[in-house]
T-cell receptor, first 115, second 115 residues
Framework: GQNIDQPTEMTATEGAIVQINCTYQTSGFNGLFWYQQHAGEAPTFLSYNVLDGLEEKGRFSSFLSRSKGYSYLLLKELQMKDSASYLCAVRVPGEYGGATNKLIFGTGTLLAVQP | DGGITQSPKYLFRKEGQNVTLSCEQNLNHDAMYWYRQDPGQGLRLIYYSQIVNDFQKGDIAEGYSVSREKKESFPLTVTSAQKNPTAFYLC??????????????FGPGTRLTVT
């Protein structure tokens, strides 16, 4: 089966740092994505990890440990506009094992940034 | 500008009627996807297509149908057999594996309400 777990909600303060965790158990793994989604809008791409370690991109960093089935998204210097849902998604093989860009999404973490 | 368009943004239908949601992309992507999102939930895959004239069922394909007659277009029909069709529907596209990036690009979504 496919299972991706994230906390449902988190709250943080403007200017602070927040870490959103994601654990996964999937039949196959070809990489992990983080997307940001504001209410009623389309998800937008934040990061992609396929090898273990930390990927940094401005205020956002993402970490992956394939042996632990674990990733986190780190947001620094939080701003009010960072209030959104953050979706963890795993890229998995196709139905017959072939390479695809098919994604399995977690339920998302709703982050509220307070003044 | 390159991107993905979905129309309309809001759609209202009576129970028992079939309805077709439009998705067009001019990114020259081979693969296209349809997702459904319910309040407070992540994205669930309905159908995906990796190439013209071919598509595969996702996790929740029952009550839906698709076609992929052109590379740019991947319409989704919500049939009367879908028991709970009211949801936010998102279309996405991506390059084929091996063509560079793996991320999916999302359209703005269609919010379907069936009463």
């Amino acid at each position: 089966g496919q299972n991706i777990d994230q906390p449902t909600e988190m709250t943080a303060t403007e200017g602070a740092i927040v870490q959103i965790n994601c654990t996964y158990q999937t039949s196959g793994f070809n990489g992990l994505f983080w997307y940001q989604q504001h209410a009623g809008e389309a998800p937008t791409f934040l990061s992609y990890n396929v090898l273990d370690g930390l990927e940094e991109k401005g205020r956002f960093s993402s970490f992956l440990s394939r042996s632990k089935g674990y990733s986190y998204l780190l947001l620094k210097e939080l701003q009010m506009k960072d209030s959104a849902s953050y979706l963890c998604a795993v890229r998995v093989p196709g139905e017959y094992g072939g390479a695809t860009n098919k994604l399995i999404f977690g339920t998302g973490t709703l982050l509220a940034v307070q003044p | 500008d390159g991107g993905i368009t979905q129309s309309p943004k809001y759609l209202f239908r009576k129970e028992g009627q079939n309805v077709t949601l439009s998705c067009e992309q001019n990114l020259n992507h081979d693969a296209m996807y349809w997702y459904r999102q319910d309040p407070g939930q992540g994205l669930r895959l309905i159908y995906y297509s990796q190439i013209v004239n071919d598509f595969q069922k996702g996790d929740i394909a029952e009550g839906y149908s698709v076609s992929r007659e052109k590379k740019e277009s991947f319409p989704l029909t919500v049939t009367s057999a879908q028991k709970n069709p009211t949801a936010f529907y998102l279309c996405a596209s991506s390059p084929s594996p091996g063509q560079g990036t793996y991320e999916q690009y999302f359209g703005p979504g269609t919010r379907l309400t069936v009463t």
